[in-house]
T-cell receptor, first 112, second 115 residues
Framework: GENVEQHPSTLSVQEGDSAVIKCTYS??????FPWYKQELGKRPQLIIDIRSNVGEKKDQRIAVTLNKTAKHFSLHITETQPEDSAVYFC???????????FGAGTTVTVRA | GAGVSQSPRYKVAKRGQDVALRCDPI?????LFWYQQALGQGPEFLTYFQNEAQLDKSGLPSDRFFAERPEGSVSTLKIQRTQQEDSAVYLC?????????????FGPGTRLTVL
């Protein structure tokens, strides 16, 4: 099955700086890559996703890049704010599979 | 509109007890998923329903785990003879269609603690 690895496990940034989280996946058939944000004790919420026919996608301060050859994708948060503090999960799935395979998560702390 | 809801939010069970966890998906959502999230880890897939049909149960860890969605709406995850290793947050998610890349919307989860 699909194996998704996520790095780093923790990330501390100064408010206003950028944060980057990287994920690698093992199954070259994977073609859908969502990112979820989970605040403490709350539900995971989708913040952005990318499909394999696109190399980059941006939504305001959040961007995701995908390198299918290297089988890795990254989340970029610019101009970080305290409310960006949360656990971020990357995930991957294939078009002939229903399940999302998640990374282990990155705890992001934005220091004021 | 209302999102995915789950009940109870917290459940404490003694080892060996049976538990039932409920998921109310977003109205009209065809697809429903159950995931298990251990402390400090990402969610792990358990099972998938398309309407009332359970199309994939490959992630259920043992035959003590059973899920159903008899009318294609509310779903129940049942764990028989609970063990300590079953302690986790159980997340339910639903998506509108059957497209395998439809956005999955998650519920708040049920935190199960087995003593």
């Amino acid at each position: 099955g699909e194996n998704v690895e996520q790095h780093p496990s923790t990330l501390s940034v100064q408010e206003g700086d950028s944060a980057v989280i990287k994920c690698t996946y093992s199954d070259s058939a994977s073609n859908y890559f969502p990112w979820y944000k989970q605040e403490l004790g709350k539900r995971p919420q989708l913040i952005i996703d990318i499909r394999s026919n696109v190399g980059e996608k941006k939504d305001q301060r959040i961007a995701v890049t995908l390198n299918k050859t290297a089988k890795h994708f990254s989340l970029h948060i610019t101009e970080t704010q305290p409310e960006d503090s949360a656990v971020y999960f990357c995930a991957a799935s294939r078009s002939n599979d229903y399940k999302l395979s998640f990374g282990a998560g990155t705890t992001v702390t934005v220091r004021a | 509109g209302a999102g995915v809801s789950q009940s109870p939010r917290y459940k404490v069970a003694k080892r060996g007890q049976d538990v039932a966890l409920r998921c109310d998906p977003i109205s009209g959502h065809v697809s429903l998923f159950w995931y298990q999230q251990a402390l400090g880890q990402g969610p792990e897939f358990l099972t998938y329903f398309q309407n009332e049909a359970q199309l994939d149960k490959s992630g259920l860890p043992s035959d003590r785990f059973f899920a159903e969605r008899p009318e294609g709406s509310v779903s129940t995850l049942k764990i028989q003879r609970t063990q300590q290793e079953d302690s986790a947050v159980y997340l339910c998610a639903s998506s509108l269609g059957t497209g395998l890349t439809d956005t999955q919307y998650f519920g708040p989860g049920t935190r199960l603690t087995v003593l």
